[in-house]
C-alpha cells in the first residue's frame, strides 16, 4: 500500500523570501504575460503543435551546446529560428508541413538529442533539467531574456495582433486587404520560437505548451472576444505558474511538470464545465417539453 | 444598361495557373465603372482563379489584367473561421486594414468608418454580435461592410448569394444597386441564371472564356451548354428566354 506523508504547507510570504523562488515566481511572471498574449494566437491559428515542436526541436541543439561549451540560448534560438523559417516557407509554398512531418521532426529531435546526451552527460539529471526544466535555479540572465520576450511579445501583438487575426478568420480575403500575410505569419512564427527559447529554463524543452498553448485553450473555452481571450490566458497563465510552483515547492516535485499537470487537470475541468453548460439549454427544453 | 463609364477592369489575353498547365486561358474583357458583371462558370472553371488574379495574389502567365484601385474580395461566408471570437464589428473593422496602416492599431475614424458600414447594411444593431452567430445572409452583409470600410472601387464577390435566405439575399441585391450607383463596379460570381440576367454583362467562363456580353446576348442555350456541360439542365419553354439550372455546384476551386 502507498502511504504519502504530506508536510505542513508553507507559508508563501516565507517562501519568497528565497531568492531562487523570487527568480522563479519573477519568470513564471515574465513568461505568463508572452505566453498568455502568443497563446492566443498560437490557439486560434491552431499553432499549438508548431509550439510543441519548436520548443522539442532545440533538445540537440542545447546538449550539442553543453558538449562544445557553447551559449545555450544562442543554440536554441538558431535551432527554434530556423524551424520557424521551415515552417513558414512551406507555408508560402503552399506545402503544409502538415501533422506527419513536424511528429517526424519531434521523433528526430528528441531521438538524436538522447543519442547525443548520452555521450555528453553523464548523469540523467542534466537531461531532465533540458526536458523539464528547473524554475527554481534560474539567473539574471534567463530573467533577462525572458523580460526581452516579454516585450517583443507585447510590442508585436499590438503592432500585428490585427493582421494575424484577419488572416486566421479569412485567409482568402487578407490579400485583397493588402496585409502581406506570409511576412506577417513568419512575425508570429519567430516571436513564438523566440519566447520558447525564452521560456525552456524553466519548463525545458518538452513542456513549452504548458506555457503557450493551455492557458490559452483554457481561456478559449470562455472568451468571446480575442481582447478577452488574450486577458484571461495571463491570468490563467499567472495563476497556474505561481501555483504550480508553490505546490512543486510544497510536495517537493519539479516546478516544470507540476505547472504542467496543474494546466492539463485545470484544462480538463474547465472544458467538463463548459460540456456542462452548453448541454444546460437543451435540458431545459426537454423539461419544458414534459 | 446605362451609358458606359471609364474602364474600371481590363482584362486582355490573360492565362492564369498554378505552376502547371493554364486553368483559365485567353479571357479578355472590360467593365466600366458602375457596372454589375455575372461571372458565370461551372466549378474548377475559373472563376475564383480570375478573383484572385484580380486582387493580385496570382500572377498571369500570359496577357494584362488591371482594375481602379485595390479589389475588395468578398468570399463566401463558408471559407471563413466561424469559430474565431470576433464580433461583426471586429470583421468590419479588418477594412481598415487596407488603409497601408496593417501593423498598427486601429483608430477611432476605423472604428466609426466600420459602424457606418455595418448601419449601411443594415446591421447597426448587430455590431457586436459573433460573427458566428449571425445568420447566412448576415455574415454575407458584414462582408460587404468590410469591403465598404476598405472603400474599394471594385467588389470582386465569390457566390454571394448561395446559401443565403431570401430576404437577405433582396437586401443585398438592393445593396448592390446601391454600390452600382455610387460609381462601385461589382464582379459577381454565381451559378444564378435569373440573378446573372439582371447584371449588366456576363462573363462566361470554363476554363477559357465561353462568351462576354449583355445579358441577353450571352445567356443562350449554345452558350450556358458550352460554359456548364452536363452540370446544366435546360429549362426550355416556348417564346421564352433560354432558362437553365446549373446543377452539382457543391465544391469551390
Redesign the interface.
Known sequence: MLCVTLNPPPSPLELLELRPVAFALAELGLLAVAGGLLGAWVVLRRLAFFTHAAGTATFPGLVVAEAAAFSPRIAALAVALGFAGGVERAGRRGRDPGDVATALLLVAALAGGAVLASDVFESGAAVDRLLFGTAVGLDGGDLLLSGAACLLAVGACLAFGRAWTATGFDPDGVPSLGVPASRSDLLLLITIAVAVVAALPAVGALLVSSIFVVPAAIARLFSKSVGALVRTAIFVAGAQGALGLYLALWLDVPPGPAVSVLGATGYAACALVRGIRLREPSVRRVETAA | MSTPGPVAVEVQGVSLGYGGAPVLDRVSFSAPTGTTVSVLGPNGGGKTTLF?AL???LSPIAGSLAARG??????QTE???LD????AL??A???S??G?R?????RGSDRRGARSALGRVGLGAEANT??GELSGGQRQRV?IA?ALV?D?EVL?LDEPLTGVDRASAEHIEELFGELRSEGRTLLVSTHDMDSARRCDLVLCLNRRQVAFGAPGEVLGRETLEQTYGSEIVMLDEPGQPARAIAVGHHHHH
Open positions: 484572385r486582387v493580385g495574389e485595390r479589389p475588395a474580395y468578398v468570399a471559407r471563413t473561421r474565431f471570437p470576433v464580433s471586429d470583421v473593422l479588418m477594412g486594414l487596407a497601408g496593417w501593423w498598427l492599431p486601429a459573433r460573427f462582408l468590410r476598405q474599394a470582386l
